[in-house]
């Protein structure tokens, strides 16, 4: 599992949006699984992004049928496992556009893992929350990870993954500027100095 | 060097199409001298049609390749290809009010140049208002469909207008054609050719510049966040 | 190709039910061809003789405006939420979304055709001349040629600044042999003079042709970055 910090524009959503294919690189090439052709591993990599990626107007188990459908699994009782593990209720009929801020980002996990993904890509996924949902937030980060997910987890709030991240990269212009096992407590102190 | 032996040609090409058309052509019987228009009408519209096919090209090259070079052709091309279009819109019913009796006539040939023209002025506009790095790639699909467009557009409007009875009889000037008359057209034809390379290659350099100048933009606001990054 | 047509069914379904719920874009466009309607009939206030005559022109114009409210709405759906985006880094394929969006559009423009014919019939005081079953393949031809295309610019008019006026600026243009070929097919129904043999294959070549580009090319376009 890899934390990434940096400044705000110093490039980490587009790191991931590169990774995951939806930026192109300025310069250079991405290989995944030791190949660069998309095709090749857009199945084995998950991607929750900064904004939801979900319908509004559909409920919660709508929204999983579907995004399960584009990965070629038509499995009802897969995607009621997948909401259930983000601790909601398949049943429930709310629409997602009247979903609590938390409820969104956990279902939006959600749909970023419905594939059992090797490598999961997170966008500032403890943003707008408080902290109890924040703190649950970070305990289903650490359950995917201890079942073998390598986990690239780009957020502003280090003290979220001070026990879980195993190694953290500071990005700054683009680059990667640092890179540390763990997490310091001065990575602690200057993530929070960039938050205030 | 080169652009400069080209711009000698062009302009010596250009002098000798314009004798060639004024004065080496004779005067044609019916129409009197309105007629040496069509020196300037067909030349252009020809040369405004192989501009649009050199776009189509580029733009094919550019999807398959992704290369800038091609995008930049691809925009000097439908750049000059709607100028030399309009000289032909604008010409055409200059001629057409003393000769036809009225400005304008929605015949066959008429309407394909208008919604060509229509076609590529769209395609530029989709270039202007598009942002960020898609245009290129937006701007040759496009450009591909604008091109397959033509023929069928070209069919629909010779079948609607054959449909109805004609309201103005185009004289058939192409078959009859003096020797010296046809001189004066191909003189004509190969100085605009000349002249649209002109215009291409400013431009195509102009874009070029351009794209330099944004990729080196980028490139320096990284450097520089870089420089500023010493925690 | 069984993923893409059970990807296109999945996304089909998700549009008809997303459209079922807001009602978004049927309601704007009845309404919007509704007021064109009228307006025409102010602007012209035609005989029933005369408006057999134009009838072709006025109605296509009236849907050809409200078909662009709906394709301007079809995809400003995938926009909220970035909801694209997990379409594009999932593994299904580009046309699936292209096809599914469509297939959607189709179905909203021909029912609000559906629900407007009648009124047209009503305010022009319309009797077809000739065999008025032959307006089916025409509508069916012409809507798809509008939303086939239509759906594709759309799609490339998201990268643009002011997008809704984009549309019909490049749409348009394009259009234009499609638009003559629903026009002049509409109006030989109608007063019955001649057969719309060629106008129907016309129709028919153009969308074929189209479609077949559309599906080559949608994958550059959704991916275009």
Redesign the interface.
């Known amino acids: 599992m890899y934390a990434i910090f940096g400044d705000n ?2 490039g980490k959503s587009t790191l991931l949006r590169v990774i995951c294919g939806l930026a ?1 690189p ?1 310069a250079g090439t991405i290989h995944i699984f030791g190949s660069r052709e998309r095709s090749d591993f857009t199945a084995r990599l998950g991607y929750m992004g900064h904004a939801p990626l979900l319908y509004d107007e559909m409920t919660g188990m709508e929204n999983l049928r579907y995004f399960a459908g584009l990965y070629g699994i038509g499995d009802n009782a897969r995607c009621q496992q997948a909401i259930v593990a983000v601790g909601l209720d398949p049943a429930l009929t709310r629409h997602v556009g009247e979903y609590s801020q938390g409820m969104r980002q956990r279902l939006s996990l959600a749909r970023a893992a419905i594939h059992d993904p090797e490598i999961l890509l997170l966008d500032e996924p403890f943003s707008n929350l408080d902290p109890g949902s924040a703190r649950a937030m970070g305990r289903l980060v650490a359950e995917m990870r201890d079942r073998s997910k390598t986990i690239l987890v780009v957020t502003h709030q280090a003290a979220h993954l001070a026990d879980i991240a195993d190694e953290s990269l500071w990005m ?4 990667i ?1 640092a890179w540390e096992r763990g997490i310091t407590a001065a990575d602690r102190a ?1 993530a929070s100095a960039v938050l205030s | 060097m080169k652009f400069r032996i080209l711009a000698v040609i062009t302009f010596l090409l250009l002098s000798y199409a314009l004798y060639q058309g004024m004065w080496a052509a004779p005067r044609e019987a019916t129409m009197g001298e309105i007629q040496r228009i069509f020196y300037y009408h067909v030349p252009s519209a020809w040369t405004s049609f192989l501009c649009f096919f050199a776009n189509f090209i580029a733009s094919v090259v550019y ?1 398959a390749r992704r290369n800038l070079k091609a995008d930049a052709f691809a925009v000097s091309t439908a750049e000059v290809g709607v100028v030399f279009c309009t000289v032909v819109l604008v010409t055409g019913p200059l001629w057409a009010r003393p000769v036809w009796g009225i400005w304008w006539t929605w015949d066959a040939r008429l309407t394909t140049t208008l ?1 060509l023209w ?2 590529y ?3 530029l ?2 270039r202007r ?7 290129p ?2 701007a040759a ?2 450009a ?3 091109f ?2 033509v023929p ?2 070209y ?3 010779r ?2 207008r054959t ?1 109805h009875p004609q309201p103005v009889i185009a004289g058939g000037q192409g078959s009859g054609l003096d020797p010296r008359m046809w001189q004066a057209v191909l003189w004509n034809w190969a100085a605009f050719m000349a002249f649209a390379a002109l215009l291409i290659w400013v431009r195509y350099r102009l874009e070029r510049a351009r794209q330099e100048l944004d990729e080196a933009h ?1 490139l320096r606001a ?5 420089g ?2 010493t ?1 | 190709m069984s993923s893409l047509a059970a990807v296109t069914a999945s996304n089909l379904r998700k549009d008809l039910r997303l459209e079922w719920r807001s009602k978004d874009a049927v309601n704007a466009m009845l309404f919007f061809a509704l007021l064109v309607v009228v307006i025409f009939s102010f602007a012209f206030d035609p005989t029933a003789e005369e408006s057999r005559q134009i009838a072709g022109g006025l109605v296509w114009v009236a849907f050809l405006f409200a078909a662009i409210v709906a394709l301007n709405q079809a995809w400003m759906r995938e926009l909220r939420n970035q909801v694209l985006d997990a379409y594009r880094v999932s593994p299904a394929p580009a046309n699936a979304l292209f096809l599914g969006k469509a297939l959607g559009n189709f179905l909203f423009i021909c029912a609000v055709e559906a629900l407007l014919m009648p009124l047209f019939v009503v305010f022009y005081n319309l009797r077809s001349v000739g065999p008025a079953w032959q307006l089916v393949p025409v509508f069916l031809l012409g809507t798809w040629a509008l939303v086939v ?1 239509g759906t ?2 759309a799609a ?1 008019s998201l ?4 997008r809704e006026v ?1 549309l019909p ?2 749409l ?3 259009s ?2 499609a638009l ?2 629903m026009v ?1 097919a509409t109006t030989m129904v109608l007063t019955g003079i ?1 057969t719309p043999a ?2 129907i294959s ?1 129709l028919v ?2 969308d074929v ?2 479609t077949t ?1 559309c599906l080559l ?1 949608f994958e ?2 959704l991916h ?2």
């Open positions: 524009g110093a192109r300025t700054a212009a683009g680059r500027a200057a | 999807l919604v229509l076609i002025v769209s395609y506009i989709l208002y598009s942002t960020g790095q898609a245009t790639t937006l699909a496009l591909i469909f604008g397959i467009d069928i557009v069919m629909s409007i079948w609607w449909q980028a990284v450097g520089q966040a870089e500023s990054f925690r | 295309v594709f610019f490339i990268h643009t600044r002011s984009m600026l490049i348009f243009p394009i234009i042999p003559l070929g002049e001649e060629f106008w016309l070549v153009y042709v189209f580009v090319l550059t376009v275009a970055e």
